[in-house]
C-alpha cells in the first residue's frame, strides 16, 4: 500500500463530522484513532505533523473533528459527547479497516477523551497520549486523574518538561498509582505544544522525531 490520505465522512448521533485516514506505507500498521485538541482541530499544524510523523514510524492514523468543532464552535462538548464521538470514528474505523491492532489517543484534550473511554472498558489495544492535561494551567488542584487507575491497556504518555497543563512533580506522583502498563516519557525542555526555546540546542522537528521514536518502539512491545 502507497501512503496516501483519504477524507471521511463519520456519522455521530445523526450528525457527520469529518475524518482523515492517513495510511503508513505497511499495509498491516497499527491504526492510531487520533483526537485533537480543544482549541485545535483535524487539520492544525500539530496534529498534523504528528500524524505525519506517526505515519513515518510505521502506524496508519485516523485525525477526525470532535463534533463541536465540526460545527465551528469553540466552546468543547461534555465529556460523554467526547468519548461518543471517538466511539463512533473507532466503529467506522473497524468496518473500513479491520485493522489487526487498535490505539486511541490524541493531543490534550483528545487524549484525555480517549483516557475517559478506555477507563470505561472500551475494547482497544492501547492508548497513546500527547501532552495528556493533568490539570488546567495555574491550577494544579484541580487533577484529571482519578479515572487513570482504572485503564487497564497499555499506555503512552508523552509530556513536556515545560508544559503548564502538566506540572511534573504532580505527573509522578500520580504515577505512584498507576499500574505497569503505563509508561511515561519526558521530554526535556518541550511545552504543551511540544516546542523548545533554542536555548535548548534542539528544534522543535528533533522533539516530534523523538515522539516518532518512542511510540514505533512502544508499539512493538504490544506485539
Known amino acids: 500500500m502507497s501512503a496516501e490520505s483519504i477524507d471521511w465522512r463519520v456519522d455521530v448521533g445523526g450528525h457527520e463530522v469529518s475524518a482523515v485516514f492517513d495510511a503508513s506505507d505497511k499495509p498491516d500498521a497499527p491504526v492510531f484513532v487520533f483526537g485533537h485538541g480543544a482549541g485545535g482541530n483535524l487539520a492544525d499544524r500539530g496534529v498534523?505533523?504528528?500524524a505525519q510523523v506517526l505515519r513515518e514510524h510505521g502506524m496508519h492514523t485516523v485525525?477526525?473533528?470532535?463534533?463541536?468543532?465540526e460545527r465551528k464552535s469553540a466552546r468543547p462538548d461534555p465529556m460523554p459527547k467526547l468519548t461518543g464521538c471517538i466511539a463512533e470514528v473507532v466503529r467506522r474505523v473497524r468496518k473500513e479497516l479491520n485493522p489487526r491492532?487498535?490505539?486511541?489517543?490524541?493531543?490534550s484534550m483528545g487524549g484525555r477523551a480517549a483516557s475517559v473511554l478506555a477507563s470505561e472498558g472500551f475494547a482497544c489495544d492501547g492508548l497513546?497520549?500527547?501532552?495528556?492535561?493533568l490539570h488546567p494551567p495555574g491550577r494544579p488542584q484541580q487533577l484529571r486523574s482519578a479515572h487513570l487507575p482504572a485503564i487497564r491497556v497499555p499506555v503512552l504518555c508523552v509530556n513536556g518538561t515545560r508544559d503548564d497543563f502538566c506540572t511534573r512533580s504532580l505527573m509522578e506522583q500520580v504515577l505512584t498509582t498507576l499500574p505497569p502498563t503505563w509508561k511515561m516519557h519526558w521530554i526535556e525542555g518541550a511545552d504543551?505544544?511540544?516546542h523548545v526555546?533554542?536555548?535548548?540546542g534542539r528544534r522543535d522537528e528533533d522533539v516530534m522525531q523523538e515522539i516518532g521514536d518512542v511510540s514505533a518502539s512502544w508499539v512493538t512491545s504490544l506485539s
Open 197 to 200: 526555546l533554542k536555548s535548548s
Open 101 to 107: 491492532r487498535l490505539i486511541i489517543g490524541g493531543r
Open 192 to 194: 504543551h505544544s511540544f
Open 128 to 133: 497513546l497520549l500527547l501532552a495528556y492535561p
Open 48 to 50: 498534523v505533523r504528528s
Open 63 to 69: 485525525r477526525f473533528n470532535f463534533a463541536y468543532r
